[in-house]
Every structure is written in structure tokens, then in C-alpha cells.
Antibody
Framework: EVQLVESGGGLVQPGGSLRLSCAAS????????MTWVRQAPGRGLEWVAN????????SHAESVKGRLTISRDNAKNSLYLQMNSLRAEDTAVYYC??????????????WGRGTLVTVSS | EIVLTQSPATLSLFPGERATLSCRAS??????LAWYQQRPGQAPRLLIY???NRATGIPARFSGSGSGTDFTLTISSLEPEDFAVYYC???????FGQGTKVEIK
């Protein structure tokens, strides 16, 4: 079955760290760009970061640059988000998703169910 | 930076009615726009890409149109499962619109 399954969320104190994982199955993971998108409680979708299939290129939203870092391990069919110096405003459900391309448009055709990160003392 | 603005914020309709959702870009994005549906407690689901191409498995009652700066998602006849939040998305720095909630009247 083609799917993405996130894990690693939880409660963390401000200033703390967390690493999210996303396990991919049912498709050739290494050939796809991947992304993290988050959603704060009751709010809309916010893009966090993208990574190229071979891991050679990444891009991050300005709001997370220097604190949240996307990476991948193609041998393990896994996507990661290393989260450091966490703030209350990072509280959200974090989704991993698979990227497809239509010309210059990247869009997201496969989503995981999300993992909740709560930053609070 | 290109920003997407969705309207209305909330659309109140009866089942069976036609829904028309708007997404406006602050600058042209050509046809590089996607639409997603998010039901309560669920992950988003791709509906439309390239402004007008339905994703795999999406019912024909969903259609997308537009190019440049003005885009529309139309649901021809609302089914109970269509009451959800809809987001548009473009390729640039702030990809997502703020969403339109379609609620039962």
C-alpha cells in the first residue's frame, strides 16, 4: 500500500528539540521530492520545508530557517524533520507529503495522517 | 512574494447546491495552482492540480478553472462528504491560501 506514516511528535518545552520521522512505503521513495507542512490548532496550512529526491537540495520557510531542518535517508525510506530551539508557535500537526510536479508547480498528491507537536512548559 | 487570497472565508450551502470558491493570486501564477480538501480531523487531500486537472479518484463534480491571478473551484452539487475546508496552493514562498470552509446551511 502506498502510504506515509509520521511519528515522533509529543510535548516538548520551549527551547527543546524533537525529531519527526515519516516512513514511506509502496513507492520508490528516492525518486520523489518530499515536504513537511504544518497546521497550528484551528489554523490553515503552512509549508515548512522541501527536499529533493537524492537529498542534494533543500528549502525551508523563513519562519523555521536555522531551527527546523529537513533531511532524508533513502536506504530507510524515511523523511525527517529535526526541530531545535522550539517555540510555542511551532505547536502544530506536522504532515509529511509527497511532491509531484506540473511544470513549475509542485503539488502534494500523498499525505500522511500527521503527528502533533506541542511546545509548552 | 506572491500571496493567495481565498474567498469567501465561509460558504454556507445546502446539500445539492453548487459551490463556487475563489482563489486570487497577488501576481500571475500562470496555471500553476492546486486545490486541496481537508475534512475535520483528516489530512488534506489533493483535488485539482494545474488549475483544472482532477487528481486520481476525484469525482467529476469537482472542477477547477482559471489562469493568471483568478481561479475557481466549483463543486457542482454538494454531497454530505464535501462539507470541509478547501485550500489553494501555488509554487512560491507562501504556498497556501488561508482556506474556505464550506458548511451546511
Amino acid at each position: 500500500e502506498v502510504q506515509l506514516v509520521e511519528s515522533g511528535g509529543g510535548l516538548v518545552q520551549p527551547g527543546g528539540s524533537l525529531r519527526l520521522s515519516c516512513a514511506a512505503s509502496g513507492f520508490t521513495f528516492s525518486t520523489y521530492y518530499m515536504t513537511w507542512v504544518r497546521q497550528a490548532p484551528g489554523r490553515g496550512l503552512e509549508w515548512v520545508a522541501n527536499i529533493k529526491g537524492d537529498g542534494s537540495a533543500t528549502s525551508h520557510a523563513e519562519s523555521v530557517k536555522g531551527r527546523l531542518t529537513i533531511s532524508r535517508d533513502n536506504a530507510k525510506n524515511s523523511l525527517y524533520l529535526q526541530m531545535n530551539s522550539l517555540r510555542a508557535e511551532d505547536t502544530a500537526v506536522y504532515y509529511c507529503a509527497r511532491i509531484l510536479w506540473y511544470g513549475d508547480l509542485w503539488y502534494l498528491d500523498l499525505w500522511g495522517r500527521g503527528t502533533l507537536v506541542t511546545v509548552s512548559s | 512574494e506572491i500571496v493567495l487570497t481565498q474567498s469567501p472565508a465561509t460558504l454556507s450551502l445546502f446539500p445539492g447546491e453548487r459551490a463556487t470558491l475563489s482563489c486570487r493570486a497577488s501576481q500571475s501564477v500562470s496555471s500553476y495552482l492546486a486545490w486541496y480538501q481537508q475534512r475535520p480531523g483528516q489530512a488534506p487531500r489533493l483535488l485539482i492540480y494545474g488549475a483544472s486537472n482532477r487528481a486520481t479518484g476525484i469525482p467529476a463534480r469537482f472542477s477547477g478553472s482559471g489562469s493568471g491571478t483568478d481561479f475557481t473551484l466549483t463543486i457542482s452539487s454538494l454531497e454530505p462528504e464535501d462539507f470541509a475546508v478547501y485550500y489553494c496552493q501555488q509554487r512560491n514562498k507562501w504556498p497556501f491560501g488561508q482556506g474556505t470552509k464550506v458548511e451546511i446551511k
